[in-house]
């Protein structure tokens, strides 16, 4: 599934000099991921992750430049540094997404091209797992005063914490059901609010990948195309 995502934009897109955000572990692991040139850099906000990347990078012997904490939105580098700006999981987790985007459209070339995956707000996980399945059981457990422990016992711990109703309300619940109860902002993406929070980009090509909605055994399913969780997007600076 990303090996074949990766290999759409590996060979074309990292010969060129390239900004990674927290490249990606799937990348990384892929065997497409030798395509990374000595011009490619990786950036993320957390020391643990530019760690893992490090130590990723340095175990398959992959060459790049630089792999450097910091934020998409004070990125340290140069304007129109860069051929492409790849980010894979991390911009529906900024909030001041108009802000980034503008830090990304400042370093990448005229010509480059921003390939981004996003969260997919038309997906089997949100329309039904997040958006039915999950509050729904969430809502019986804690009606019926279960107390489990692990992740389902820190969900109900936050809706003990602000109330049952504000925790399921969806503009909330999405928070917490995307990379854990503790994480603190999700946003899903259609392309119209691709195109509203993109605003100096045209989109040029999208497609989405990744059947996944637990507790449903989806995986399977041939419907990721149509209903998969990950958007992939392309766009250019305008
Ligand atoms: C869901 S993880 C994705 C990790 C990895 N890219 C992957 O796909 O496996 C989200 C990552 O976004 C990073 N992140 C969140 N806000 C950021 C920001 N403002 N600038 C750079 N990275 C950020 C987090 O530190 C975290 O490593």
Redesign the pocket.
């Known amino acids: 599934m990303i090996p074949s995502v990766i290999t759409r934009v590996t060979t074309r897109h990292f010969s060129r000099n390239t900004i990674a ?2 490249t ?3 990348l990384i692991s892929s065997s497409a991921s030798t395509q990374l040139t000595s011009k490619g850099n990786g ?4 020391p643990e ?1 530019v760690e893992r990347v490090r130590t990723r990078l340095s175990l398959r012997d992959l060459k790049h430049q630089d792999v450097k904490q ?4 004070r990125l340290p580098f140069g304007d129109r540094a860069f051929d492409v700006v790849f980010s ?3 911009l529906h ?2 909030p001041e997404i108009e802000a ?1 985007q503008r830090e990304i459209h400042r370093v990448l070339k005229p010509c480059g091209e921003l390939i981004v995956m996003l969260y997919a707000k038309w997906s089997l996980n949100y329309l039904v797992s997040i958006a039915l399945v999950r509050r729904l059981g969430l809502g019986i457990l804690y009606l019926t005063h279960q107390n489990p422990g692990g992740i389902i016992g820190q969900h109900l711990a936050n809706a003990r914490a602000v109330g049952l109703r504000r925790y399921l309300r969806l503009g909330n619940f999405i928070h917490k059901n995307t ?1 854990g109860p503790l994480n603190p902002y999700s946003k899903v993406y259609g392309l119209k609010a691709v195109r509203r929070d993109f605003s100096d980009f045209r989109v040029t090509r999208s497609y989405k990948r990744f059947m996944h909605g637990p507790p449903l055994p989806v995986s399977r399913l041939p419907l990721d195309g149509l209903l998969g969780w990950h958007l992939w997007v392309h766009m250019k600076p305008v």
């Open positions: 955000f927290d990606a572990r799937k950036l993320d906000l957390t992750s910091g934020s998409v939105l894979h999981g991390v987790h900024v980034a990379d």
